[in-house]
């Protein structure tokens, strides 16, 4: 019915529209998007039939954005580091390669925080992105570029990755979906920082987009070969799962009771579940949750089965340069002087006390593996557990430095390795988005997907900035 030419304009001339406002998109690529679109135009008029296409290219002349730690050639690739400011991408990252090959056409790079270890998207090289419900309000945070700009309409997919809810707070913040799939399945290779040692078991790269309905085609995509691991083409009967649902983590003494709002938005979903489909959702209460921030501190922190140490913090603020002193620096920072955000000098200053007690961190490493033992078995081969995404909505600007450790509620699914799907629910009293996590034992992301479905319909799904 249209054209990919007019679909590209269209999200180009949008883009130019609002991020002015937003910031969401750093760097766009719209003249050799436009190019693209031409040429899938004239493949599709003297090409072969639609379903050899659809087979070929699932994504044919699909606009997408990539998170800024990504390669995209031609693109710069900083993460947000000042002595990266010259680096441009001369290849592309194995995910943002296959989802070209698959025919979609990236229109540009956007936001992240500083080397993608915060939840606030801002840095020195690009400043702060902003949230299109209320531009005063954070957009989570590191593919909080993504979910900013999907959340404007201003591009159908985004390439995120997930080490401690780096998908999952963004897709809540704005209110779109976004998927961390089961560790190990799609490739991380291409993206700076890249996880080393024990890490590579916690970073994961997924699809973040507006309809649920998107996150599995372009999952298959991301995943390639890998795709084989997951039951995608499984049938899911809703009726037949067994759901359960924890209101909170325990009381964590790190991490802010959760919101009225939130916990009304999942008292809806589990009152919408009995209802509808007849199922009954058991409440659960998994004690060790409560150390959910210390248990993924430690775990990040850890050897791997080699006796790998993990890469320190401080080291890739150095890029290959000078080691950083994160004390000297919040020094430099408090007279206008350091290249560094305040978050990444503080992540600097914590590594170094959280490998002081090192047998603390053993008994909490341990506590992590008994914790996955035990969300294995509860979930088993048919569970999804309905869990808060985070304890508030989207926070003011700056203000998740009082609460830094908020993020736990993401990060715990990290090192667990399990797959999680956010689901938005409609918006607050605010006008700001609501939502939940959807999570399944490891390689069950099919029954994550199929529920995130389900309740979008249910409760709306995405809503359009500024329509209410």
Known sequence: QVTCIEVVEAYVERIKEVNPLINAVVKDRFDEALQEARQVDKLLSEGPGDECLEEKFPLLGVPITVKEAFSLYGMPNTSGLVNRRNVIATSDATVVSRLKQAGAIPLGVTNCS????????????????????????????SSGGEGSVLAAACSVIGVGSDIGGSIRMPAFFN???????????????GQFPNAHGVRTSYLCTGPMCRYAE?????????AGPGVSKLKLNEKVSLEKIKFHC????????????????????????????????GVRVQRVAIHKMKYSFQIWSAMMSSKDSEGQEAQRFTDLLGDHGKPVWP??????????????????????????????NLSGKAKLVSMGKSLQEE????????????????????????SPICMPFNFAYTAIFNVLGLPVTQCPLGLGSEGLPLGIQLVAAAYNDHLTLAVAQYLEKAFGGWVLPGKV
Not at 130 to 136: A, S, V
Request: net charge negative; proline share 7%.
């Open 114 to 141: 500083e080397l993608c270890m915060w939840y606030e998207s801002s840095n020195r090289v690009y400043g702060r992105t902003n949230n299109p419900y209320d531009l005063q309000r954070i957009v989570g945070g």
């Open 175 to 189: 209110g779109v979906f976004g998927h961390k799939p089961t560790t190990g399945v799609v490739p991380n290779d």
């Open 214 to 222: 998107d996150l599995e085609p372009v999952l298959r995509v991301m």
């Open 246 to 277: 924890m209101d909170h983590d325990g009381g964590s003494i790190f991490v802010s009771p959760v919101d009225k709002e939130i916990l009304q938005a999942q008292k809806k979903v589990v009152e919408h579940l009995e209802s509808d489909l």
């Open 327 to 356: 004390l000297w620096e919040l020094m430099k920072w408090l007279v206008g002087m350091s290249s560094h955000t305040l978050p990444a000098i503080a992540l600097g200053v914590t590594e170094k006390l959280v490998n002081l």
């Open 375 to 398: 969300m294995e078995a509860l979930l088993g081969p048919d569970g999804v557990l309905l869990y808060p995404s985070h304890p508030t909505i989207a926070p003011k600007h700056h």
